[in-house]
């Protein structure tokens, strides 16, 4: 009987809990778990993330009390697992769980501990690299030093950077036979050790050219090595950006066959493919400073096996239409040499001034990595006429020298925008009047630009262009070799080569002298679009002491996929009673 009211009770206390319970459980699952962490920001918090296997769980209805509880007790070996890459090896965490109705949080905190640094660096490189100059240069960069804080990052990175050097420099054999990072956790110090067995630098062996529709040796001017050359992975990418930037070729392929490779030596193979011979070119245009044109172009992209090619062009605007013919003749290296021979005729009709110009020029054109540097000498006949004088013509042999030098880093963002960066040019020409020329002069031209960033959307953009010219008889100097001043590219606010001196009819005739400044500041506004506000001042003379014309103006900038297209508005100071005047181009900063 006692027994039997004994397990009436029992049945009955567990029936009278058993709801409980079940609330109870209601209650836990509703809550939700929260994670958080203090002693760690940055890159270590990043990396605490993503070891942390509870994160995986938070803001989530709670899991049961032991399910957490051991999720937590394992978060804190993940986390010191995870502040070792950096060099915390005496890291000491600690969780903390509390909870209420309407979360379960878990709390850690964490005590980086002393900071393990690299006590010794043994960097053996055996083989021809440890003779190598260029390993002299990588052991000052590598990131791996005595007292540096350790970081298993730094410690891949020299590894990876001893791998790219092998790699460029042709010891395809090479491989580490030691690669250890020994970590002296009483001392808090630890000590690489690094063994690289390079072996021998390989040569470059015969190269082989397929599919090639110009002579072998043409193509082969190109090359800035020869065979038996030490190998060079600078000079195939050097190769393959020239075979592909001359437009000889719709795809180009440069690769060592390393398979292939015996003796130290690597064959190279060369697999191209033609581009079209022909291009045509039609369209219709907008300038400022040319009005409304149509284009009509015509180019072979080569006349024979040995790289000759043949360019023309001819453009008809209101203002000025030009055509010319160009043959341009590769030099010994194509990639950056070129002769070419022209001849062109341009017919201006605007603001009072009719010309007509003949041109026929030899032109010798040199890169020197940022230096380009351009010799020519042409013979021209310019009839021309400033409003209602008598037509007059004039004729010259006018050699010249242009050096130039540009400077940039384009913004990674936009590979046609330019982050910062300048340029500076210098044109010399001259005439004899006992040598086929009307006159007797000599002319000099100084420009720059230049465009820095300030802040990520913020530039400053200025340019400046100065001219002299030294003659005996002015009035027989054709107008297109005089300075005017005026247009897109000069002061906007005022029509393309409106300022200069004047006749007596007030018609602008051109000048001695000349002198040019502006200065812009631009903004983004937007992904692709910048604002700008700008000056510009100048003038051309006959003499130094002109007045300067100045304006200033605001525009709009699309970085479009071809270019910066500009659209500018430009008032002229000292004249408030002319218009804002519109002024449009297309083309890079520099």
């Not at 600078?234 to 190769?239: A, Q």
């Not at 590979?415 to 007797?440: K, M």
């Not at 631009?522 to 001042?537: E, H, I, K, S």
């Not at 910066?564 to 002229?572: M, S, T």
Request: glycine residues 8%; aromatic residues 10%; proline residues 4%.
């Amino acid at each position: 009987m006692i027994a039997r009211k004994g397990l009436c009770l029992l049945v009955l206390l567990f029936g009278c809990l058993l709801p409980n319970s079940a609330n109870a459980q209601q209650e836990q699952a509703e809550a939700i778990l929260q994670v958080s962490y203090t002693g760690v920001e940055g890159e270590l918090a990043d990396n605490v993330e993503s070891y942390l296997g509870i994160l995986e769980y938070a803001g989530e209805p709670a899991l049961s009390i032991f399910r957490v509880r051991f999720l937590a007790r394992r978060g804190e070996a993940e986390i010191k697992q995870a502040l070792r890459p950096f060099g915390y090896y005496h890291t000491e965490v600690t969780s903390e769980i509390s909870s209420t109705r309407e979360q379960v949080a878990v709390n850690y905190t964490i005590n980086l501990g002393q900071r393990t640094r690299i006590s010794a660096v043994n960097l053996n490189i055996e083989g021809g690299l440890k003779d190598d100059d260029a390993l002299q240069v990588l052991r000052q960069s590598i990131p791996v030093k005595v007292g540096a804080p350790l970081l298993h990052t730094d410690y891949e990175r020299t590894k990876t950077m001893l791998r790219n050097l092998a790699a460029e420099r042709g010891y395809y054999d090479a491989q580490f036979t030691e690669q250890k990072l020994q970590i002296e956790l009483s001392e808090a110090a630890a000590i690489v050790h690094l063994t690289y067995a390079s072996g021998e630098r390989f040569r470059f062996g015969d190269v082989s050219i397929c599919c090639n529709h110009l002579s072998s040796s043409f193509i082969e001017r190109y090359f800035q090595f020869s065979k038996g050359d030490y190998f060079h992975t600078r000079d195939l990418l050097d190769l393959q950006v020239a075979l592909a930037g001359s437009d000889y070729f719709e795809t180009v392929e440069v690769a060592p066959l390393w398979q292939e490779a015996t003796d130290q030596t690597v064959p190279v193979s060369i697999r191209v493919t033609p581009n079209q011979r022909d291009f045509y070119q039609v369209g219709p245009g907008y300038g400022t400073d040319t009005g409304a044109r149509l284009t009509l172009g015509f180019d072979r992209r080569w006349v024979n096996d040995r790289g000759h090619r043949l360019s023309s062009l001819l453009r008809l605007s209101q203002i000025q239409s030009t055509g010319f013919v160009d043959y341009i003749i590769p030099g010994k290296n194509p990639a950056r040499d070129q002769y070419s021979i022209t001849g062109e005729v341009i017919d201006r009709s605007y603001e009072d001034l009719d010309s007509t110009l003949y041109r026929t020029s030899v032109r010798d054109t040199r890169h020197y990595n940022r230096w380009q540097r351009t010799y020519q000498v042409s013979y021209q006949q310019e009839d021309f006429r400033f409003g209602t004088e008598p037509r007059e013509t004039s004729r010259f042999l006018v050699p010249s020298a242009e050096f130039s030098y540009v400077s940039s880093n384009l913004d990674p963002r936009n590979r046609n925008l330019v982050d910062s960066g300048y340029r500076v040019s210098a044109r010399l020409e001259g005439a004899s009047d006992s040598l086929l020329s009307s006159a007797t002069f000599v002319s000099l031209t100084l420009s720059g630009k230049t465009v820095y960033s300030l802040t990520d959307k913020w530039r400053v953009l200025a340019r400046a262009e100065v001219g002299a010219m030294e003659t005996d008889d002015f009035a027989e100097i054709s107008p297109s070799l005089r300075f005017f001043a005026g247009g897109d590219h000069s002061v906007r606010g005022y029509a393309y080569q409106q300022l200069g001196p004047t006749n007596d009819e007030g018609v602008v005739v051109g000048g001695r002298y000349l002198a040019v400044a502006s200065a812009e500041v631009d903004y983004l506004v937007a992904p692709n679009w910048r604002v700008a506000l700008f000056t510009d001042m100048g003038n051309s003379g006959m003499e130094w002491s002109m007045s300067w014309k100045q304006t200033y103006g605001l525009g709009v900038r699309w970085l479009s996929p071809i270019g910066p297209v500009r659209l500018d508005v430009a008032q002229a100071i000292d004249e408030p009673d002319k218009p804002w005047r519109l002024h449009l181009t297309i083309g890079p900063d520099l």
